[in-house]
């Protein structure tokens, strides 16, 4: 069974805008956006607290990303604008217990990823 299925990723120019998605299926304490790039580890994008709605972000997407939950709808969402080639990556929607943008054992389910590429 897939917890988590994100959904929303592509090809999109220099200063373009996507909005990823994730479906969820169990509660969690924290769910987060976290990306990888070929050949560099896991970063930490952003988190929602789900409890408050609390959000933080990795200082290379501040004012850029947004992050968002839709608690009725199971959702998660990512707004990304203002995208670069440097924002190119696989990214997955993550929950677990404890919000940090640190990659940690508290992250306990993964989703499988959806690609962002930005290139012109």
């Known amino acids: 069974e897939l917890h988590l299925v994100e959904s929303g990723g592509g090809l999109v120019q220099p200063g373009g805008s996507l909005r990823l998605s994730c479906t969820y299926t169990r509660s969690s304490s924290c769910r987060s956006w976290f990306r990888q790039a070929p050949g560099k580890e896991r970063e930490g994008v952003a988190y929602?607290?789900?409890?408050?709605?609390?959000?933080a972000y990795a200082d290379s997407v501040k004012g850029r990303f947004t992050a968002a939950q839709d608690i009725p709808k199971k959702m998660l969402y990512l707004q990304m604008t203002g995208l670069t080639p440097e924002d190119t990556a696989t990214y997955f929607c993550v929950a677990g217990s404890l919000c940090s943008l640190l990659n940690g054992i508290w992250w306990d389910t993964w989703g499988q990823g959806t690609q962002v590429t930005v290139s012109s």
């Open positions: 929602v607290q789900t409890k408050d709605g609390f959000t």
